[in-house]
């Protein structure tokens, strides 16, 4: 069984309205981002075998749909980490933990409480924008072991023809979003080996998050027409602009090696 989750040095504070009604649209859904169990066995095969008793770091594990296919593919022991208690607890009560066993600890991603070198693989998917591309890779660098990989999802662009609104939406919302070759150059810059990278297929998207989320703000809009209208129609533009992205810009899975 999972071990109980951790305090990592979180606090909980009052929160308003807009973050109530986020928490409310995900807090059922089964991931928080685009991804699948796919891409995620992808990225883990573009990896060399882990070493003997490895330990795995998931960073932002959100409801823990990774942190589960971490421990059951590699046998290693996880520790996964979200600042969110909610679903760390969803996460730990459905995790079908390896004989290792997994950690949940809430802790701000800005301030894990581990020591330097503590890990052989650190994992984010969709989380890394919390801190930005460049500050997430070079902070976690250090909790690497000598030699340990780095995994991490990051939204970029695909292509240089990118519809108005697209360009608009995601200059509004994450103005950080960057070129899977700028991407690449800050991961030479920031002391790591490029191993591999791809981006995730159209239907980690839709089939596995958009579908899911786009149904929750149904019911929300049934429950209770008036809650969160900002929050709703947030979400609800995002999934419209993407649906017309044309395969300008994705997520993309990017796996590194820290550098001797």
């Not at 429950?223 to 900002?230: F, N």
């Amino acid at each position: 069984m999972p071990n109980p989750i951790g305090d990592g040095g979180a606090t909980v504070s009052r929160v308003d309205e807009a973050t109530e009604t986020l928490v409310r649209i995900f807090a059922s859904l089964s991931q928080w981002g685009p991804g699948s169990d796919a891409s995620s066995t992808r990225a883990l095969e573009a990896l060399p075998p882990l070493p003997p008793r490895a330990r795995i770091l998931d960073v932002g594990c959100g409801p823990g749909r990774q942190t589960r296919l971490l421990g059951t593919h590699t046998g290693a022991r996880v520790v996964a980490v979200d600042l969110a208690r909610d679903a760390l607890l969803g996460a730990a009560a459905c995790a079908d933990a390896p004989a290792q066993g997994a950690d949940f600890v809430c802790a701000d991603m800005n301030r894990l409480p581990f020591a330097d070198a503590s890990f052989d693989l650190v994992w984010s998917e969709g989380a890394i924008y919390v801190m930005g591309f460049r500050a997430g890779l070079e902070r976690w660098k250090s909790l690497l072991a000598p030699g340990g990989h780095l995994a991490v999802t990051e939204v970029a662009w695909l292509r240089e023809d990118r519809p108005a609104d697209l360009v608009a939406f995601w200059n509004e919302e994450y103005p950080a979003i960057a070129s899977r070759e700028e991407h690449r150059a800050e991961i030479a810059a920031a002391g790591y080996e490029w191993i591999a990278d791809f981006p995730l297929p159209e239907s980690d998207w839709w089939d596995t998050y958009y579908r899911e989320l786009g149904e929750r703000l149904d019911e929300i809009e049934r429950e209770d027409p008036g809650a969160g209208r900002t929050v709703v129609e947030m979400c609800r533009r995002e999934i419209d602009v993407m649906r017309g992205a044309q395969g300008a810009c994705s997520y993309v899975f990017y796996i590194m090696r820290k550098s001797d």
